[in-house]
């Protein structure tokens, strides 16, 4: 079974600070990982895909890094806004299933 | 496209009770999810299909559920009779490739069992 899980739970930074999100799993045989935007009241909109072969996908201010091996991803935002402000969610596909392993989340506060 | 589009928005009913929670996807995506949302157990898959055909209801809880996708742009999520441990947030979410893209999701039903 894919086990995922994100640390920290939350955390709150000063606006214009770079955010780093962390995200490990247990197998490391995937074929893709997913990084998620949840705000409060809503569903979850899809940030970046990063399948098996590559090693990271960017989109504007967001990075998200690939390290199968060693069963990490990480997100990073740069120069952090209060419209970061978000639950940010992973999630993992194994090489053999069809089900997404969600990780519980990583709730940010960007102060402004 | 306006998105996955669900409602209703929020339900509360009384133990007991039909609910029936409702989902239209993205046009032209063949697959369509059913998620479950609770503080305590995250995200859950409760069934999924594949142009309009239940492929896996192994994640509905109990015989209470069913889902139906009578066609490619309309499914239904039925809890009968229902519970206070039904009370979630349930998510409906699409796609063109099933998990191998990006998932679309709704914006959610929350529901209250009282």
């Known amino acids: 079974k894919q086990e995922v899980t994100q640390i920290p739970a939350a955390l709150s930074v000063p606006e214009g600070e770079n955010l780093v999100l962390n995200c490990s799993f247990t197998d490391s045989a995937i074929y893709n990982l997913q990084w998620f935007r949840q705000d409060p009241g809503k569903g979850l909109t899809s940030l970046l895909l990063i399948q098996s072969s590559q090693r990271e996908q960017t989109s504007g201010r967001l990075n998200a890094s690939l390290d199968k091996s060693s069963g990490r991803s990480t997100l990073y935002i740069a120069a952090s806004q209060p419209g970061d402000s978000a639950t940010y969610l992973c999630a993992v596909k194994r090489s053999n299933d069809y089900k997404l392993s969600f990780g519980a989340g990583t709730t940010v506060t960007v102060r402004a | 496209d306006a998105g996955v589009i669900q409602s209703p928005r929020h339900e509360v009913t009384e133990m007991g009770q039909e609910v029936t929670l409702r989902c239209k996807p993205i046009s032209g995506h063949d697959y369509l999810f059913w998620y479950r949302q609770t503080m305590m157990r995250g995200l859950e898959l409760l069934i999924y299909f594949n142009n309009n055909v239940p492929i896996d209801d192994s994640g509905m809880p109990e015989d209470r559920f069913s889902a139906k996708m009578p066609n490619a742009s309309f499914s239904t999520l039925k809890i009968q009779p229902s519970e206070p441990r039904d009370s979630a947030v349930y998510f409906c979410?699409?796609?063109?490739?099933?998990?191998?893209?990006?998932?679309?999701f709704g914006s959610g039903t929350q529901l209250s069992v009282l």
């Open positions: 979410a699409s796609s063109l490739r099933g998990t191998n893209e990006k998932l679309f």
